[in-house]
């Protein structure tokens, strides 16, 4: 897809020399190279990583979410920069010097300065402005103004008037498994990959049929789906940024603020850094009091602790995973603990220390990365789950859940030929719960009223997420997924709306 831009820009600067230009017209050329080269690089690094090139996910990192992360662990992108601005400046050194020193053009023809324009704007089309990355912007662009289904909205949204909360409340124990989809469990496509996890899931409540709604398609974006019922919408009108607001999408009720009220004690685990894409705001500003990222990891088992370049590997994050497991067990309450792991982030996966000399945990000859840091995350997941039902009591429910489908990655080609589809893993163990399989179309937005369905709360619906144990339709049953999924981005703007109101009402109140 970058050839034809690539190729038209670099012949827009070579004409510019060859025919002798003049200044003016070399540095449009020029420009013209530079910009193409830019969107090239940026369309280039967004696809991989999303293997969907630039989307929501894109903007909402540039905008937003960029802190606590370390570039420099990023070598391959940041080589792959500084060699093509470097080759830039080559060329157009090089081009210039050809251009400047030349007493007459390379042809015996010599063009006018409107066929000059002429070409080198022909070029120019397809150097930018047909370019991938422009097409794609202006596409997330556009969604902005979409004003259809806006009298849908208020239809679908669902407030807690008739939700009744638990006599008393359940414990909850939620793990998110990065990038883990349910994909990952099917003996057709990887067989023998993750055999403890498809084993659990026997045994387990497991609801099939969880699909990706745009909005949701990244880590903070599928926890703010699973916990409030939304999708998180990015942008407005007035400032692309969250930064004038006094909250992380202050106008919605989610999970942690439900549970809140209900004298939970709320805990987040997990080995990022809590500043990148805004993960530690969400949580405290939704109730969690007790936060833990990669410092306050560091500042527990030294500096020295072994990361990967998106944290701390996964064997450590469970170590402290099980002791807030057993701080909150001990205080009495009914608790909430949610557990990020990091080890199958895209597009390679990471392979923890305390798999890397076990060769039943290489999945295959090994050639695969991602399939080995499944493996490896298959026996880390499944046995962190032991420990947790062999010390909880009846009352505490235990979710092993992905926070969104894989992103482009080592496995992508697999994952795409699956014969059974790929969706969302959800699976829930707890006394009480009967082991069975529900299927049913949805999105990780239905996860939510799910949750507080398992820990005792009469409810149906959250937000634009519907009980999947409930009798009442999915919005993605109701509508279908092709429309409903083309109402959540038209509703972006509405949300961010209504989050807006409901934040400057509250601050009133305050």
């Not at 519907?466 to 009442?472: A, D, Q, S, V």
């Amino acid at each position: 897809m970058l050839l034809i831009p690539v190729c038209c820009a670099l012949l827009a600067i070579l004409y510019a020399a060859g025919m002798r230009t003049s200044l003016l017209i070399f540095l449009l050329s020029a420009s013209i190279f530079v910009v193409s080269t830019v969107l090239s690089l940026f369309y280039f690094v967004s696809d991989d990583i999303t293997g969907a090139g630039i989307t929501e996910a894109t903007f909402f990192h540039l905008l937003y979410g960029f802190d606590g992360l370390d570039v420099f662990n990023f070598s391959t992108y940041v080589a792959l920069t500084l060699a093509a601005f470097a080759t830039v400046g080559l060329v157009c050194f090089i081009a210039w010097r050809i251009c400047a020193r030349q007493s007459k053009s390379l042809f015996q023809y010599r063009p006018s300065r409107v066929i000059h324009v002429t070409v080198i704007g022909a070029l120019s089309i397809f150097a930018v402005g047909v370019h991938p990355a422009t097409v794609q912007t202006i596409d997330v662009a556009q969604e902005l103004y979409d004003s259809r289904y806006a009298s849908v909205l208020n239809e679908a949204l669902r407030s807690f008037d008739d939700v009744k909360p638990a006599a008393q409340g359940r414990s909850l124990v939620y793990i998110y498994a990065e990038s883990l989809e349910r994909t990952f469990l099917s003996h057709r496509t990887f067989p023998g990959l993750a055999p403890k996890l498809s084993e659990m899931e026997k045994s387990s409540l497991s609801i099939h049929g969880i699909g990706q709604a745009p909005l949701t398609d990244w880590t903070v974006a599928g926890m703010v789906a699973s916990q409030c019922g939304m999708p998180l919408a990015t942008f407005r009108h007035d400032g692309n940024n969250l930064s004038d607001l006094s909250s992380f999408i202050p106008g919605a009720s989610c999970i942690g603020d439900l549970l809140h009220e209900r004298g939970y004690q709320l805990a987040y685990v997990g080995g990022a850094d809590l500043d990148f894409a805004g993960k530690g705001r969400f949580y405290s500003d939704h109730q969690f009091k007790d936060i833990t990222g990669l410092n306050e990891l560091r500042a527990h088992y030294g500096e020295d602790i072994p990361v990967s370049k998106w944290g701390v590997y996964d064997d450590t994050l469970f170590q402290s995973a099980l002791k807030k497991f057993r701080e909150l067990s001990i205080a009495g309450k009914p608790f909430a603990l949610y557990v990020l792991t990091l080890d199958t982030h895209a597009p390679n996966g990471y392979r923890t220390p305390a798999c890397a000399n076990r060769a039943e945990l290489q999945y295959g000859n090994g050639a695969n990365s991602m399939l080995n840091a499944v493996k490896c995350s298959d026996e880390l997941i499944s046995g962190f789950v032991k420990k947790i039902e062999a010390e909880a009591g009846k009352d505490v429910v235990i979710v092993v859940a992905s926070d969104h489908l894989q992103m482009r990655s080592a496995a992508s080609d697999l994952l795409d030929q699956s014969k059974d589809g790929r969706e969302n893993l959800f699976m829930v163990r707890s006394f009480g719960i009967e082991p069975k399989l529900v299927t049913k179309p949805a999105t990780t937005m239905d996860i939510a009223p799910t949750i507080l369905s398992l820990l005792g709360w009469d409810i149906q619906a959250m937000a634009l997420g519907r009980n999947l144990l409930g009798e009442e339709q999915t919005l993605v049953e109701k509508y279908g997924q092709e429309k409903f999924y083309e109402m959540v981005k038209a509703w972006r703007m509405s949300l961010w709306q209504m989050w807006k109101r409901n934040s400057s009402s509250a601050d009133q109140v305050m």
